[in-house]
């Protein structure tokens, strides 16, 4: 089973996030970002990567923390189920549409962090949620996951579409990225010995 759990503790948060890999999307997720949580749900259900996260942040002074220490934990989370990554696509895209919203995602599970976010979101807020900390999550998964990832807003008018959209569309890439390749099993996706 190709699976993970991570602690993390600061002054600011305490994390624990477990994946498996080859789950089925089952999730439980209890930030106390209510917007947060859900979108959580969504990448689990739709990259079919059972994920359970608990956190206890900073909250009376904002969400900022606790969803970007998230990201780290569950960008590591992901690193460590992929242990050597011999066998697996290693790369991943997926467009998808929501609404009025369709945002693209393509991923490299190449160890070499980078995101390119073109995905700005109209408004500040979803509810209470502040919308710049959608790209901070997935700037902290990119950089602790390994990941190289492009998300591209194409279109859209809803912040809530637009960001469950690219959470979802995150999903889809990073579940074809993770998926053992009957033609590479046991081979690393990669001609460099490592990754």
């Not at 789950?23 to 689990?44: I, W």
């Not at 989370?77 to 050597?84: E, F, H, Q």
């Not at 390119?116 to 979803?126: A, E, F, G, R």
Request: hydrophobic share 45%; charged share 20%; proline share 2%.
């Amino acid at each position: 089973m190709r699976t993970a759990t991570i602690h993390r503790k600061t002054a600011e948060t305490e994390i624990s996030v477990t994946v498996n890999l080859d789950g089925t999307g089952v999730y439980r997720n209890a930030t106390g970002v209510g917007f947060f949580d859900h979108m959580l749900d969504q990448l689990s259900r739709h990259a079919l990567i059972d994920l359970e996260v608990t956190a206890r942040g900073d909250l009376h002074i904002d969400d900022h923390h606790t969803v970007e220490d998230t990201g780290i934990a569950l960008g590591q989370a992901l690193s460590a189920a992929l242990g050597d990554k011999r066998g697996i696509r290693r790369y991943g895209h997926f467009v998808l549409a929501m609404d009025d919203a369709q945002v693209a995602c393509a991923l490299d599970l190449s160890a070499r962090p980078f995101l390119v976010w073109n995905c700005d979101l109209p408004t500040q807020k979803i509810g209470t949620f502040d919308t710049e900390l959608v790209r901070e999550f997935f700037q902290a998964l990119s950089t602790h996951g390994g990941i190289t990832l492009h998300v591209d807003r194409v279109h859209g008018v809803n912040s809530h579409h637009i960001a469950e959209a690219a959470f979802k569309a995150v999903a889809r890439a990073l579940r074809m990225a993770v998926e053992p390749d009957a033609r590479m099993a046991g081979i690393l996706p990669s001609t460099k010995g490592a990754l």
